[in-house]
Structure formats: structure tokens, C-alpha cells
């Protein structure tokens, strides 16, 4: 492990990885992309919210209505901070990395930027939440959705970056570390071509904010979406980044409370951003946790983060394609790659692995993980996938192996 | 390599792992009165599923399937279990099937009638796993009621 990384320090501030599980088996716990665990402090921070601070925020006028504001807007600033943002106004809360990217693929339409002699391009790699929405866009517009392909290896098929992306192109929609395949995306290549041809670029960092240092005032996108659930913070709170000058130009998403100037029977002006993207009574316990989230992983460093799972992603693919049987689907070089690993196990479904590999201690996920269309590209129906975050140890590694060659010799496989 | 735990053999019986490496009926054939096709959407198992009914006499089930042992293990005891009975019998046995499925391990299954079918006792503790061994019933129960829809003798049935 990298010199100063503690990982069983770190561990230590997850309260749950000391559960142990019937047959006082330990937790090991794989299954960090679908979503991370808590440290302490994210823990604390949501408790001391309630139990001493908690109001609704922007409207009351009293002690309490003050704090709360103060924490929320505090979050803001936070996550601000912790992604590069020039401003904390283009930090728009969500409820999930989801909605995130809803909003913009439902804005981008309400303005008139996406329209029926424009094109919109995603990728294959793509989860559901960012090939759904922009389906849902084109079909409201009449635009054209396009699509890049995925290699064999797993890689972003980029040979035709100039045909898919051209002067038709309103917006480039994509995927920064895939879910499924664990690839990490050459962004920058992509978002120059788009700038080139004056497209607007949306990345969907919902697997890169937890385990890279993202900086998005140097990234060069427009729009950045992510999820708290998945950087150690809770659930119920996504984040969608945007520059000013384009959210200030952008209509609202949602109507309703806060999100507003003023309000008559006839009509409505709306608020600034970040506010004019968020109706009603926000996350703010949500808000609270995150920016605790931020914090800390800021104090472990984020570098120190992506060095560990450069690591422990490297014993993996090495340890797993020792299984006879075992076929990555994904680079199988830890060369610009996440750490989620998905497989397949001949002989037994993914889902029986899953079952059986829990039956150890070992939680991993089965099934499509949401990128049906990235399993078809493979002509596979599921895999089974493990994932790893800061607080994975070789150890756990080595009991997925184990685990692994007991569910070949129970299936007979 | 320690034992696994009971529970675990339970889930995975002896039955179901037979019936999931040498499944009953497996294929699509003709004839065939209505087919459908089911999809369990938060595993993506799927199953294409064809009835030929003669009369009130179920002729055949046929099905194409991908999913994990229990519900290519399921669907081949339905095959089992329904093809030469009546509709009415069928879906009487697919009651009680459907019934043991959702009693948590509580319901002591008819071995009269459910037969290798309550090999599946054993799932009904694993409520995640319950879906997988309802997929292939469903989509008879719901194929076997088109055909009936479309078929005036059978509406008793419906």
C-alpha cells in the first residue's frame, strides 16, 4: 500500500465494517459503487443536525430556522470546495445524481437549446439515468440521439469522435468512470471536439467524484452530476454543478416554494440560481452530512483515495483472473480504471454468485447495474460485480477469491 | 472448504440444482395458442413463454429463458407440473405453488400436488429471491389467460 495510507486506520472511522454477519461471519463488504459507507463523522454531523439545529431553511426567522440555513448553505460551500467550483452558486442540490441529470436534459429542452435539427450523443457505456432522460429529451424535441460505441476491451470507441459529434451537436451527455465496465473516460478528448463544434458537455461523475480528485473548473464541461450516497455521505442528496453564465440563462426546473422571486395569480418570476433549481423544502440534513462528507475525505486527500484504488483495483483484476472460468468484462489492466470490477463465472448466473458469495460474508452486486445496454454490447444478460472504495483491504480481496472458488465447487462448475 | 450453511441448502436443494443443469420442456416449439414474454426488471431475468391448450387440456409449455438456477430451475418444474393437467388444474396447482412462495417459509407445501415443486420451500426464506421462482408462473398464469380470454368454453377459468 501507498506510504502514509492507513486503511486500517481509516476503517475504524466505518462503525459498520465491524458488523459481523450469522456465523459471526465478518462483513466484507464489495459493493461500495452501488453505494459507500459511512464514516462516524457523516454519521455525527446528520445526528447533531437534528438534534440541535433542525428548522426549514431560507423562511424562518428564528434561532433555529437560522442555523439550519447556516448548515445547508454551509454543505454548499463545502462541496463547492471540494469539486473546484469557481462559485458555491453553481452547486444546485438534487435528490440523487438521477435527478441531477434529469434537470439539465429537461431544462436544456425547456430552452430551446435542444431542438428538432440538433443532435444529442451519450454513450453506450452509459447508466440508465444518462440514456433514459436524454431519450425522453429527443422524443419531446424531435432532436436525434446518437451514441458512442464501446470497444472490446471496454474502452470508449472514439475512431468516429468527428462523424458523432459535429455542428448538429447540442450536447455531449457521458459517463466519466463507468459503473459496469470500470473505465475511466478520456474526457478531455471528448470535450474538446465538443467545444470545438460548440456543443455543451454534461458529465455524469457519479463514480469519479468519490474516488478522484476532480477539479471542474479545469475539466472544461458545462454540467457535472453526482451523488452524495456514493462519497461517503448519505442518501437523498445529488449535486448538480453548472456554470453561472449557463444555469443563470436556463429556466427552472421544478415550480413550487423557494425556487421563486415573486409570485402573482398570473405569473412568476423566478430566483437565481442555485435557488431557481430547487423547489421545495431542500435536503438539508442531506446538505449537513455531505459537507461533512467532503471533509472528510479532503482530510484523508483525494489523492491518497485514488492511490489506494489504483492499488487494491490492481490485486483484484490480478486476483480474479487467476479463477479458472472467471472472464472480466471491462479493461483488464488497471490502467485508466475505476474500481468496480464486473464478471462473469461459467457455469453459474451471476445472481447465484451473488448468493452464494454472501453466504460468506461477501457483498457484492448481480444483475444489469442499471447499463443494460452495455451488458447487450457484450451479449451478456448480467454479471456480477465487485467494487472497492477507500476502506478495502487485499484481505477482503482474497476472501472474494475464496468465496469465488467455494460457489464454483457447490455449482459443480 | 468449509461446509456451506444450511440455509444456503436449503435455498439450493439437491432438486432445484437438477432441474437447473438438465431443465424439462426447455425451448420454444408450435403449436401454440399465445405466448408472452416476462421480465423481472430489477435482475433483467426474462422469459419467453408459449402455452398450446387443447380444448381444457394443457398440450405443452414451452420457453425460452436466461436467469439465475432458481428460475430456469422453476420454470422447468412448471413445465413438469402443468403439461397434461387441465387449465383448471394448472392454475389450481400454480395457487398453491404462488401460496408457498409467499409464506416466508410458514406454508407446508402438498407434495401431492406440488411434487418437486416443494423443493422451492426453501426459497420463500430468501425474500429477494422469491421473484426468481414466480417469473416462468406468472407468465403461464398470464399466457394460459389469453388463451382463455380469446376461448368462450374456458371462461370458468378466467
Known amino acids: 500500500m501507498s506510504t502514509g495510507y492507513d486503511v486500517e486506520r481509516i476503517r475504524k472511522d466505518f462503525p459498520i465494517l465491524e458488523r459481523r454477519l450469522s456465523g459471526d461471519l465478518p462483513l466484507v463488504y464489495l459493493d461500495s459503487a452501488n453505494t459507500s459507507q459511512k464514516p462516524q463523522a457523516v454519521i455525527d454531523a446528520i445526528d447533531e443536525h437534528y438534534r440541535w439545529h433542525n428548522a426549514n431553511v431560507a423562511r424562518a426567522m428564528h434561532v433555529l430556522g437560522s442555523e439550519a440555513t447556516e448548515g445547508f448553505e454551509l454543505g454548499r460551500t463545502k462541496v463547492a470546495e471540494f469539486i473546484g467550483a469557481p462559485s458555491r452558486d453553481e452547486v444546485v442540490f438534487t435528490k440523487n445524481a438521477s435527478e441531477a441529470l434529469n434537470l439539465v436534459a429537461r431544462v436544456l429542452g425547456d430552452s430551446g437549446r435542444v431542438g428538432a435539427d440538433t443532435d444529442v450523443v451519450i454513450t453506450e457505456m452509459e447508466h440508465h439515468s444518462n440514456i433514459v432522460p436524454w431519450q425522453q429529451l429527443t422524443e419531446r424535441t424531435g432532436a436525434s440521439l446518437r451514441w458512442f460505441g464501446i470497444t472490446d476491451e471496454g474502452r470508449l470507441d472514439l475512431s468516429n469522435l468527428d462523424e458523432l459529434i459535429t455542428e448538429r451537436t447540442a450536447v455531449v451527455s457521458l459517463t466519466w468512470v463507468s459503473n459496469m465496465l470500470g473505465t475511466i473516460n478520456p474526457l478531455d478528448v471528448v470535450i474538446a471536439r465538443a467545444k470545438a463544434v460548440g456543443a455543451l458537455v454534461v458529465v455524469d461523475a457519479s463514480q469519479a467524484v468519490p474516488q478522484l480528485p476532480v477539479d471542474v473548473a479545469a475539466l472544461g464541461a458545462d454540467f457535472v452530476a453526482f451523488t452524495g450516497h456514493k462519497m461517503v455521505g448519505p442518501t437523498g442528496i445529488g449535486v448538480l454543478w453548472g456554470r453561472y453564465d449557463l444555469l443563470a440563462d436556463l429556466p427552472p426546473f421544478l415550480g413550487g416554494g423557494e425556487m421563486i422571486e415573486t409570485v402573482t395569480m398570473q405569473r412568476s418570476t423566478f430566483a437565481k440560481p442555485p435557488h431557481r433549481f430547487e423547489a421545495g423544502t431542500p435536503p438539508i440534513a442531506q446538505a449537513v452530512g455531505l459537507g461533512a462528507a467532503a471533509d472528510y475525505l479532503t482530510g484523508i486527500g483525494m489523492d491518497n483515495v485514488a492511490a489506494h484504488e489504483r492499488e487494491i483495483t490492481a490485486y483484484a483484476l490480478g486476483a480474479l483472473q487467476e479463477i479458472d472460468g472467471l472472464t472480466i468484462v471491462g479493461p483488464r489492466e488497471p490502467i485508466d480504471r475505476g474500481g468496480a470490477i464486473s464478471f462473469t463465472l461459467e457455469g453459474v448466473h451471476p445472481h447465484d454468485v451473488a448468493q452464494l458469495v454472501d453466504s460468506r460474508g461477501v457483498a457484492v452486486r448481480a444483475g444489469h447495474h442499471c447499463a443494460k445496454p452495455a451488458h447487450q454490447r457484450f451479449g451478456i444478460q448480467s454479471t456480477t460485480r465487485a467494487s472497492f472504495y477507500l476502506y478495502t483491504t487485499t484481505e477482503e480481496i482474497d476472501a472474494l477469491v475464496e468465496a469465488l472458488h467455494f460457489t464454483k465447487k457447490y455449482f459443480g462448475a | ?158
Open chain 2, 1 to 158: 472448504m468449509s461446509t456451506p450453511t444450511p440455509n444456503l441448502d436449503s435455498l439450493y436443494q439437491e432438486i432445484i440444482l437438477d432441474h437447473y443443469k438438465n431443465p424439462h420442456g426447455r425451448g420454444l416449439r408450435d403449436p401454440y395458442e399465445s405466448e408472452v414474454h416476462h421480465v423481472n426488471p430489477t435482475c433483467g431475468d426474462e422469459i419467453t413463454l408459449r402455452v398450446h391448450v387443447n380444448g381444457e387440456r394443457v398440450e405443452d409449455v414451452s420457453y425460452d429463458a436466461v436467469g439465475c438456477s432458481i428460475s430456469q430451475a422453476s420454470a422447468s418444474v412448471l413445465n413438469d407440473l402443468v403439461v397434461g393437467k387441465s387449465v383448471h388444474d394448472g392454475l389450481a396447482v400454480l395457487d398453491q405453488f404462488h401460496a408457498m412462495m409467499q409464506g416466508r417459509g410458514q406454508v407446508v407445501p402438498d407434495e401431492d400436488v406440488l411434487e418437486d415443486g416443494i423443493a422451492f420451500a426453501g426459497v420463500a426464506q430468501f425474500p429477494a429471491r422469491v421473484k426468481c421462482a414466480l417469473l416462468s408462473w406468472m407468465a403461464f398464469k398470464d399466457a394460459v389467460l389469453q388463451v382463455s380470454a380469446g376461448s368462450p368454453a374456458a371462461e370458468e377459468t378466467a
